[in-house]
């Protein structure tokens, strides 16, 4: 049974620092693994989208990295604002009809 | 991308009641998926609503509980049965790009039950 694990479960930083927040999963037969921000009471928006077969994907200041073999994937934030501030979900997206898996989010809080 | 619209955003209820959430995508999709988030919680998937048929429901949800409709393949409703405050949550719809299978989903209903 797949089990996603993200960590910190929450993290706070200064304005502009550079920061990753952690996503493992237990079975590395995956199809595919994407990031989601969710901010408070709203719903998910996909941030970046990474298919079994890469390695990694990248949006403006926001880089995802996939190694299945390990099972983890990074999610790296280059000069992270204050309107970073919000919950990251990971999901795991299973092969042989085995549904999307979640994450229990890592909440980030940006100072200014 | 897909663009995904839920009525109510949001509500409250007295227990016992019964609410019905719509979901409307701006494109044709052949699944959409209802998933419950709880406080503090991530998200649990209910169950995938394919147009034409009944509805796959998770272990440990009924079509009883939570009966869903799908009469196209851009609107599908999820409504929540017999309320109770434990049924108090985020309900999100969610579908998948025929592509890349690239999920996206809908602003969310927030649902509080009295």
């Known amino acids: 049974k797949q089990e996603v694990t993200q960590i910190p479960a929450a993290l706070s930083v200064p304005e502009g620092e550079n920061l990753v927040l952690n996503c493992s999963f237990t079975?590395?037969?995956?199809?595919?693994l994407q990031w989601f921000r969710q901010d408070p009471g709203k719903g998910l928006t996909s941030l970046l989208l990474?298919?079994?077969?890469?390695r990694e994907q990248t949006s403006g200041r926001l880089n995802a990295s996939l190694d299945k073999s390990s099972g983890r994937s990074t999610l790296y934030i280059a000069a992270s604002q204050p309107g970073d501030s919000a919950t990251y979900l990971c999901?795991?997206?299973?092969?042989?009809?085995?549904?999307?898996?979640f994450g229990a989010g890592t909440r980030l809080f940006v100072k200014a | 991308s897909a663009v995904i619209s839920q009525k109510p955003s949001r509500d409250i209820c007295q227990r016992g009641t019964s609410l019905t959430i719509q979901c409307q995508v701006d494109?044709?999709?052949?699944?959409m998926f209802w998933y419950r988030q709880q406080p503090g919680q991530s998200l649990t998937l209910i169950a995938t609503?394919?147009?034409?048929?009944?509805?796959?429901?998770e272990s440990g949800f009924v079509i009883d509980k939570f009966p869903i409709s799908r009469p196209n393949l851009t609107f599908s409703t999820l409504t929540v049965s017999n309320m109770s405050p434990e049924d108090s949550s985020i309900y999100l719809c969610?579908?998948?790009?025929?592509?890349?299978?690239?999920?996206?989903f809908g602003p969310g209903t927030r649902l509080t039950v009295l």
């Open positions: 969610s579908v998948e790009s025929q592509g890349n299978n690239e999920q996206f």
């Open positions: 079975d590395s037969a995956i199809y595919n």
């Open positions: 990474i298919q079994s077969s890469q």
């Open positions: 999901a795991v997206g299973g092969t042989g009809g085995f549904k999307t898996i």
């Open positions: 494109s044709q999709v052949t699944m």
């Open positions: 609503a394919n147009q034409g048929s009944e509805a796959t429901y």
